[in-house]
């Protein structure tokens, strides 16, 4: 099912499979912001990830002496979310522990995904409550996908006329990871290993059409926000990323192509990173883990602002 809010400046539709933004307009000039399909190009849009973000090696992980299955970037955005509250501009979702979730994750638990409109653009939190009687393990993150080029770009646009931007515009250290997008290890079989990302210019990453690979993996950043810049008319879409400890960049679909190439770029950030490539599949040893003791809540918060 999906639901539409709207105020004076954007437009955003929301679905209760996934809790996902499945469109986010500007009101005025149709300026499409995420990424809306085709589904054969990727059939997400912005997914809430969790417990898990990002490459699961093998499929599985134990814990308790149990064996779990995940898929890459968790189970949240394969699954059907309640619709708890809803107004003209706000809604939020709730997914808690059920008969699918059984295989997947151990723990009792509520994911509450909250999304209100701002003249400014759009509140986006997640929050995880342990309603079990032991403490939780988990990584939380998002996956939004943002049109790169726009469909209101001139025509010509192409995505090397953007460029991700980090607020403080400082030096960026990346996390080393392996052709399968699992964290790399050094020579004692450590992860995560990080070096200097060493960009031309300082927190400025240049978009191109050969695009990101399997993702560029960031840490280690005091900005509190990353953007996609439009260096033509210096328009930017920020996404918030204050105290996050990771962020994941990638490119997918056609970027290279004009407006109707069907490109996005992602800023993803993490509250934990994918598994290691020597992984043995302990989840309590997996990297970046955020530990919640019973009734306690931890919420994420990828707000996205627009800037003209």
Not at 16 to 26: D, L, M, V
Request: glycine share 10%; net charge negative.
């Amino acid at each position: 099912m999906t639901i539409t809010l709207k105020n004076n400046n954007y437009e955003v539709v929301l679905n209760t499979h996934g809790a996902e933004i499945n469109s986010f307009r500007g009101v005025k000039d149709g300026t499409k912001y995420v990424f809306e399909g085709p589904e054969e190009v990727w059939k997400f849009h912005a997914p809430v990830l969790f417990p898990h973000v990002g490459r699961i090696k093998d499929g599985f992980y134990t814990y308790g002496g149990k064996e779990y299955h995940l898929v890459n970037n968790g189970m949240s955005r394969d699954m059907e979310h309640k619709l708890i509250e809803q107004s003209e501009t706000s809604a939020t979702f709730e997914l808690t522990e059920n008969a699918e979730t059984a295989d997947k994750f151990p723990w009792k638990f509520s994911l509450k995904t909250h999304y209100e409109l701002k003249e400014n653009g759009l509140i986006f939190t997640t929050t995880v409550t342990n309603t079990d009687s032991s403490t939780m393990l988990f990584s939380l993150g998002s996956h939004t996908a943002f049109c790169c080029p726009r469909n209101t770009d001139p025509k010509g646009t192409t995505n090397a006329d953007y460029q991700y931007e980090f607020e403080r515009r400082e030096p960026l250290t990346t996390v080393l990871l392996n052709d399968a997008a699992q964290l790399a290890v050094d020579e004692e079989g450590t992860a995560p290993c990080t070096k200097p990302y060493g960009e031309k210019e300082a927190g400025i990453i240049p978009i191109n059409a050969d695009g990101f690979g399997n993702g560029h993996f960031f840490t280690a950043f005091k900005s509190n926000w990353v953007g996609l810049r439009n260096k033509k008319d210096g328009s930017l879409v920020k996404v918030n990323c204050a105290g996050y400890p990771y962020l994941m960049v990638w490119q997918g679909g056609n970027g290279a192509a004009g407006v109707d190439g069907n490109g996005f770029n992602c800023i993803e950030p993490w509250y934990g990173t994918a598994d290691a490539e020597n992984t043995e599949h302990e989840w309590e040893e997996k990297a970046a883990l955020i530990s919640l003791e019973p009734g306690k809540s931890f919420t994420a918060d990828q707000s996205i602002t627009i800037e003209k």
